[in-house]
């Protein structure tokens, strides 16, 4: 596909994730292979992972991904113990991930780096392999996905995505995962598909200023992400939920025509949600619904379909995709620039 | 106090705090030294939270506490993984504590059980010693905080907070936190004795419609809590963030007249914080501050002044209480009932 050279960052980063996944998928499977390898021989009990903003989002994924498929129990860190008040947890016997586009934030950095020193195996997944964080961790896997341009990540989050599902799928030496895991590409390029669907769906929320996402297990990340990205871009508020946490609390704020978008692909989650969006539906929210299921497209007042091809563990790839691309055309609807969002730079530091 | 016979139930149990909390000092504190003296005995070296809501909110309280004293990575459950999914992590060799005000949800529930037949070691804390939660776990500590009667938990939250600051001081054998913390039900008095200039504050975000609030470290918990009780009562989209996470993208939302609340108390995270104040300020904000510190109240044009008397580790008891108080303000001076949020039920059940 050719486009115009004065396109968005944004849009051409969106687009090129099926190169992207590809080009992951080719040059890094068996460097996975050989991390995993060595986890394996140090006998790893427990991940613990470190990261911000969409990488965090997508370590959110890894922990159920090697929940479910490896069996092993994934903490999130709390980098404020190791910078700001100097009491890091013990890490030995862990693999300590650290997930960062720019591998650059200092407080990431130094959960690695205080992994490293008590003996934990480290490994940093960064699209700069000669970044700050590649150079304190052990292993390194690099995402591959040239420059990031536009401030709002896309291309790397679907690659952080991508490095952590073949780390999984390695280690739980699962054959029909990694078939499935090589229709990925092709699966993003039909969701790129969609594209002038979803524009033509964005009109209607140009006033939008709240919303909630809500997904489940393996596309509770997708939620996460899909609202950072409306936050980031649209300025929308956008609150991301599992639709379990959701209704222990917040979903008193629902009132009519409150905006309510739904990760709700088939698979083991779907039942749930579908029984949300019905309890929303009858509290007179406007859904949105991001599903390749006819009912539950059927009760969304904008329904995003998405091409059903992927299971369950390899949706947030497309759902995500589909949310990024709601984001663009949002933040083009309500006039905003998609590549130079207010107060944002590329590189977060924080410690 | 006494107080009018039609007083809602929300009001009677913030301003019961005091007597909850020490009546758990004194009930439980020889059971919290058994319970750690098992951990012990057992050699845990991580945990397992377990928990949805307010007791969710709790639990990330634990993981810094458990953290910084006890030097022990605390992991968050992901129930659907036991439940929909039915691929739980392996957890032999943790400590998986699942907190529930009913202990009654029954993801909570299976997650415990769970970890029971993989030989983990088990602990509920939850206000029903009679409840499923309390029968699946090998060891049980009770809340003594009575029957919660609003639906909005506020006492069985500053509870669970101290019966984890309770297990977390006997672990870390550290006499000193142990004195500390026999301060808090006084300190939490002293905050409740400002709740008329909180009243006085509410008045003018009668039409908030959404706001962020932002903690970290260990009011990272403070700024959830509060969030959810803003959610729960006033329907207000109140969005919680580390001051880390949200400098990694979120901050864009942030326009002229945003309103932000800050728990900001003295201690090491509170340079950020500060640093943060004036950034925000600088694009407009509208702050509030919940702090013990003259600058930072200065910085806002809605001052909650925190009593300072507790060390920052305890602040999270005082700080959610002025929280609580500004939620509950906020609901009359919106004219909804704080006893019977609109889709809430006391008991919530979710797989």
């Not at 050989?34 to 370590?59: H, K, L, T």
């Not at 209704?247 to 949300?276: K, M, N, S, T, Y």
């Not at 406007?286 to 091409?307: F, G, K, M, Q």
Request: glycine fraction near 6%; include cysteine.
């Amino acid at each position: 596909m050719r486009l115009p050279a004065d396109t968005p960052y944004l849009y051409q980063e969106i687009f090129a994730q099926p190169q992207v996944l590809t080009t992951l998928l080719l040059e890094e499977s068996e460097r996975a292979k050989a991390i995993v390898q060595a986890a394996r021989d140090r006998d790893i009990r427990m991940i613990v992972m470190a990261a911000r903003g969409s990488s965090d989002n997508a370590a959110l994924y890894g922990k159920y991904l090697f929940g479910a498929m490896v069996g092993l129990p994934v903490a999130m860190a709390t980098p404020s113990l190791f910078t700001l008040y100097q009491r890091p947890p013990r890490l030995a016997g862990t693999l300590v991930v650290g997930i960062s586009q720019s591998g650059q934030s200092t407080d990431i950095v130094t959960v690695v780096e205080t992994a490293a020193q008590q003996g934990a195996m480290t490994l940093a997944i960064t699209n700069d392999p000669d970044s700050p964080l590649a150079q304190v961790a052990e292993f390194v896997l690099p995402l591959h996905a040239g420059e990031e341009r536009s401030i709002a990540a896309t291309k790397t989050y679907t690659a952080q995505l991508m490095a952590l599902a073949l780390l999984a799928t390695h280690w739980a030496e699962n054959k029909t995962a990694w078939r499935e895991l090589t229709a990925v590409p092709a699966a993003v390029s039909q969701a790129l598909s969609l594209a002038d669907n979803v524009a033509r769906m964005t009109e209607r929320y140009r006033y939008m200023n709240t919303c909630v996402v809500i997904g489940r297990g393996y596309n509770y990340a997708t939620a996460y992400e899909i609202a950072l990205k409306l936050k980031e871009l649209t300025y929308v508020v956008a609150e991301p939920y599992s639709s379990a946490d959701f209704q222990h609390g917040p979903i008193a704020v629902i009132g009519d025509g409150f905006p309510v978008l739904l990760i709700a692909p088939q698979g083991r989650v779907h039942p749930e949600i579908q029984r949300l969006a019905e309890r929303l539906r009858e509290r007179g929210a406007e859904l949105l619904a991001i599903s390749d299921v006819p009912e539950t497209l059927a009760l969304a007042r904008t329904p995003l379909p998405l091409p059903a091809q992927l299971p369950e563990w390899l949706t947030p790839f497309t759902a995500v995709v589909l949310g990024q691309l709601f984001a663009y055309h949002l933040t083009l609807t309500k006039d905003y620039d998609p590549d130079h969002p207010r107060g944002l730079t590329k590189v977060t530091q924080t410690r």
